[in-house]
């Protein structure tokens, strides 16, 4: 499957434990977006990366949460003392030179 | 922020009939694009229309663009169950950078 990958796809935390997320984009695409979609919404940015650097951060992106891509390959996002706000479905997409974003399928975080 | 607004919210029809999605926005742009997102999956990418572009074709669907109204319309025509989704429209702002920006999404519904 050469598409965009994410892992887990579902997870299930308590609340205040910490949560990783790992994408991995199309191979050749250069940039890296993350976006949160909650039920019955469209997903909202968070941040994104061109190669390893992190060009914008959205300020939904509270100081709990933490997004690295440190080769230019993958990337993961971190989410620190989680929160029930914090369930939501977390979407990678990849883009070539900024055009057309491919979405990964998503990883549905849920915190009890 | 959402910027996009899909209308109408949900749409029910009939196999066979052509279906339209109309979508607002605020901002200048530099592209809009439109995804379709079956039920708790990922989002797939459908087309991508660029601000000095106006119409857009790609098998059954056809986008128009027109940037002195600010507004998009997707047109899936002989439409088929499988068609049954949600739809977004998402826009890349000419100074956002290239992240998107969502709205909430028409909710289609092709009974057979």
């Known amino acids: 499957d050469t598409g965009v990958s994410q892992d887990p796809r579902h997870k299930i935390t308590k609340r205040g434990q910490n949560v990783t997320f790992r994408c991995d984009p199309i191979?050749?695409?250069?940039?890296l977006y993350w976006y949160r979609q909650t039920l019955g919404q469209g997903p909202e940015f968070l941040t994104y990366?061109?190669?390893?650097?992190?060009?914008?951060k959205s300020r939904l992106l509270s100081d709990r949460f933490s997004a690295e891509r440190p080769k230019g390959s993958f990337s993961t996002l971190e989410i620190q003392r989680t929160e029930q706000g914090d369930s939501a479905m977390y979407l990678c997409?990849?883009?070539?030179?900024?055009?057309?974003?491919?979405f990964g399928p998503g990883t549905r975080l849920t915190v009890t | 922020s959402q910027q996009g607004e899909e209308d109408p919210q949900a749409l029910s029809i009939q196999e066979g009939e052509n279906a339209t999605m109309n979508c607002s926005y605020k901002?200048?742009?530099?592209?809009l694009q439109w995804y379709r997102q079956n039920s708790g999956r990922g989002l797939v990418h459908l087309i991508l229309?660029?601000?000095?572009?106006r119409e857009k074709h790609s098998g059954r669907l056809r986008v128009t663009l027109d940037t002195s109204k600010k507004s998009s319309s997707l047109l899936i025509t002989a439409s088929r169950a499988a068609d049954t989704a949600s739809y977004f429209c998402?826009?890349?702002?000419?100074?956002?950078?290239?992240?998107?920006?969502f709205g909430e999404g028409t909710q289609l519904t092709v009974n057979p």
């Open positions: 997409a990849s883009s070539l030179r900024g055009l057309e974003q491919y």
């Open positions: 191979s050749e695409h250069n940039r």
């Open positions: 990366f061109q190669n390893e650097a992190q060009l914008e």
């Open positions: 901002t200048s742009i530099n592209n």
């Open positions: 229309i660029r601000s000095n572009e």
């Open positions: 998402a826009t890349e702002e000419e100074t956002s950078g290239s992240r998107l920006t």
